[in-house]
């Protein structure tokens, strides 16, 4: 209501000391009484419209976080307004020259809050609505983009979180195509992985608070099923989202939103498998297929945790080096080479393999080296999919029969001689069926992230929101990836919010 305007200036770059948001205005600038009256100070000193901070903040601060607003009076309206010590940090640019910062932002404005009651008071923001399956998703998701208002009153058990980063998977490619194993009604927004700020919580909300750094992942398979699903805005493919209280997961200190974002279908679902599955045991060996993907790297450090002996296969000499440093692997082999096998069996002696963890799609190679009580996880078909036609390719990895539907086939006989089993994985059945369980494996993880022996690779980080979903898929369903492929909105690393810092301290 009390503001000052200043003449000089038509852009400014906000980034806000509490939820370290930043967002660009090309208009008149309006000051709110808030600013201190040191900057005031500084201000006035500029008479000639030079900027008493240029040369000091550029570098501090990436173009991809800067973007235009396009409502006048409103400077910045902080997502966490009860821990906001100071209004905002401010950078100003001088209206009569210099690079226009929002020169190379996309055309659609970003998360933009405004003050008012009802939705349209709350403002909007941008993700992708599925209206309607996609045949080639690689092309057609940009055009699926949509702004969306904010949901104007929360359910009693719903969160509101600001999105900081998205995690790509082989699974939402299927999900696109609508050929995943349950598919969500639609429109919806997909999105199966992702962290972000908490922004609102409903009234009976009661384990998250506005301001937690959250990664959580999309309702469960009961939820789809029911008819329920996802919904406009639900998803993890947006600027924000609303889920349910009990999908969220504060995140534990020292990792990044990228790094926390990736955690739900690969640490979930690699701690559950090895352990409260497979329940592998100190001295058995573990054998990892695909190692040095998100799961596989998850999978190897679990293995270690474990103290298991663990062998790593991947499909080059790059991802071998991969699941070596971060996994952890006490050997690495490559599954297409032809006598892979009889490599691990020379490595092992009269050993067998106890544990196999298989998101490829191994079965008749991977039972060679199983014996008595061997446990043989199935995770996914991974090497049975091509990115050009999923899921219906025409071949597989070397040497394995395909079975109905173009995927392997198992020789059960096997199964009988060596006495072993095999065991399908599947998060969504897990949480499902047993949710007070799986919080209990989400404090096992989360202590073991803080411990150090679980450490998330993030190779693949791309800065540019929305707009780079489609590359972080290509690269993701290329196999050429190492890691997780992650898309974010911000320098979640400590970058923004540092800025902030050193900005409120010249400031």
């Known amino acids: 209501a009390n503001v000052t305007y200043v003449p000089q200036f038509d852009r400014v770059c906000c980034v806000c000391c509490a939820c370290a948001r930043v967002t660009v205005h090309v208009c008149r600038l309006y000051v709110g009484s808030g600013v201190s009256d040191r900057l005031r100070t500084r201000l006035s000193r500029s008479q000639e419209g030079t900027n008493p901070l240029r040369g000091q903040t550029r570098a501090l601060l990436p173009l991809e976080s800067w973007f235009p607003v396009h409502e006048a009076g409103v400077l910045h309206e902080c997502m966490s307004p009860d821990s906001c010590a100071l209004p905002t ?24 809050f405004s003050g008012g009651g009802g939705a349209a008071g709350l403002g ?22 949509e702004v969306v208002p904010r949901v104007a009153t929360l359910a009693t058990n719903e969160v509101e979180i600001a999105m900081g980063a998205i995690a790509v998977n082989f699974a939402d490619h299927l999900m696109l195509r609508g050929q995943y194993q349950i598919r969500s009604p639609l429109p919806h927004t997909p999105g199966s992985d992702f962290a972000g700020t908490v922004t609102r919580v409903g009234s009976g909300v009661a384990s998250l608070k506005v301001g937690d750094r959250v990664s959580g992942g999309t309702l469960s398979g009961k939820d789809h099923a029911s008819g329920r699903g996802l919904g406009v805005g639900r998803g993890g493919f947006g600027e924000v989202a609303v889920l349910p209280e009990y999908h969220l997961r504060v995140c534990p200190p020292g990792i990044s939103l990228a790094q926390a974002s990736m955690l739900g279908t690969t640490y979930g679902t690699a701690h559950y498998a090895l352990r409260y599955e497979a329940r592998l045991q100190p001295g058995e060996v573990c054998l ?38 971060h996994g952890g692997a006490d050997v690495a082999i490559s599954y297409l080479d032809e006598g892979w096998v009889a490599h691990v069996k020379k490595v092992l002696g009269k050993r067998i393999v106890d544990v196999v963890f298989d998101p490829v799609g191994l079965p008749l190679a991977s039972t060679k080296l199983m014996g008595y009580h061997s446990r043989l996880l ?9 990115a050009d036609s999923l899921p219906a390719s025409s071949h597989g990895p070397p040497n394995e029969p395909s079975g109905p539907g173009n995927l392997p086939a198992l020789m059960l006989n096997r199964l009988l001689v060596k006495h072993c089993s095999v065991i399908g994985i599947y998060l969504f059945a897990f949480v499902d069926a047993e949710p007070e369980l799986a919080k209990q494996m989400w404090r096992e993880i989360n202590a073991a992230l803080e411990a150090g022996d679980y450490r998330p690779a993030v190779f693949h980080k791309l800065t540019g929101g929305l707009r780079d979903l489609p590359e972080a898929l290509r690269l993701t369903l290329s196999r050429k990836a190492y890691g997780k492929v992650v898309v974010t909105f911000d320098d979640d690393d400590g970058g923004t919010k540092d800025a902030a810092r050193v900005l409120a301290a010249r400031l």
């Open 89 to 112: 940090v401010m950078v100003f640019e001088n209206k009569e020259g210099g690079q226009n910062p929002c020169s190379a932002a996309p055309s659609v404005p970003s998360r933009t």
């Open 378 to 386: 199935v995770l996914g078909f991974t090497g049975w999919n091509s």
């Open 288 to 325: 990892v297929h695909a190692a040095a993907g998100a799961l596989g790297l998850a999978a190897c450090q679990v293995a270690k945790a474990c103290g298991a002996f663990v062998i790593a296969t991947a499909s080059s000499a790059e991802k071998l080096a991969v699941a070596r440093h």
């Open 124 to 145: 909007h923001f941008n993700a992708v609505v599925l209206r309607t399956f996609l045949a080639k998703p690689l092309d057609q998701l940009p055009s699926c983009i």
